[in-house]
């Protein structure tokens, strides 16, 4: 095969790696700071502003990054000893360095769900029944849309029936939206459909919508007021933080809509990767921007495939021994996905021929 020209790379790890536009890199330039740490930087109290009504939450929260974001919400949301009910396929669980228990001393008692999504009745049985033997079960975290799952959306009524069982058993609701926008723009509905059902969550500025750094949490006052502390205490007060609310205002005004393009685009790829020899996708998990597959039918690894796509210019994410993923995000057009299917391909072709 002819190696491909290394500018013409095609990036699909993951939305992590989209570029902040023009129009944002002139906005960190001309943006209104001050010391966020005295609540004096405008720009930030801004977007605070505007996330906490986009999402119809009393106060918001910009913390840097979206495993603080998750590390500071489930520590304001539980008292250490408590324990938490979670996806067993969650980022929190699987993604951030066991930060539940390290940091917010708190037990995950996770529950394994149908394409991300839990069942209602699942999440009861987990709870620990109150006794002295027990950690008391405080908290149900969601994930929106599902990371592990392939970007699967977990809908307002599923989480609506969640939610229930969560009130009927005193715990609070969090949610992990690190991309709950790819959930509302997939479904075409208000986002707030997502997030009435849920006492807190967190949102991520800098996947699809195309930021450099930033997540924002959005609660009521008191959680919020909780959450900032525990911000501190983690180190991620921050001073001028306007450089980093400033993209942050313009993914909310005009990022958001452009998700869909990535959604289409997502689906143009599971369609032909399903029709290569050898290659598994499950076309009902793609829902979203995230196309998952898998290459066990190749009877091959998943390193050595994405290796092998890596040669060819075509960067994908290996999860694992023969599970693949892929992210169409800003800057990935129809000509791209076109390119990276032709590229896996004739990668699969070839292995198929050296196994002959
Ligand atoms: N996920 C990253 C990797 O860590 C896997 C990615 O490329 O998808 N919640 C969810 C659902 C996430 O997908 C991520 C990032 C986070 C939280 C953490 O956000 P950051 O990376 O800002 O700490």
Known sequence: MKTRDLNSIIDLRSDTVTLPTEEMLEAIKTAELGDDVFKEDPTVNRLEEMAAKKMGKE????VPSGTMANLVSVTSNTTRGDSAVLEADSHIYWYEVGGISAIAGVLPLPVKGEMGVMNPKDVEAAIRPKGVHQP??????????HNRAGGTIVT????????????EHDLNSYMDGARIFNAAVALKVDVREFTRHVDNLMFCLSKGLSCPIGSVIVGTEGFIGRAKKMRKIVGGGMRQAGVIAAPGIIALEKMIDRLEDDHVNARLLAEGLAGIEGIDV????VQTNM???NVKGLNIGADFFVDRLREQGLLALS???TRIRTVTHRGIEKEDVEVALAIIERAA???RSRKR
Do not use: Y
């Open 59 to 62: 106060a918001a929260l910009l």
């Open 349 to 351: 072709k070839e292995i």
């Open 291 to 293: 196309v998952m597959f």
């Open 136 to 145: 008391p079960t405080t908290l149900v975290c969601l994930e929106n849309t």
């Open 282 to 285: 499950d076309l009902r998990s």
């Open 319 to 321: 999860l694992g021994k």
């Open 156 to 167: 307002p009524s599923q989480i609506e029936a969640i939610s229930k069982v969560a009130k």
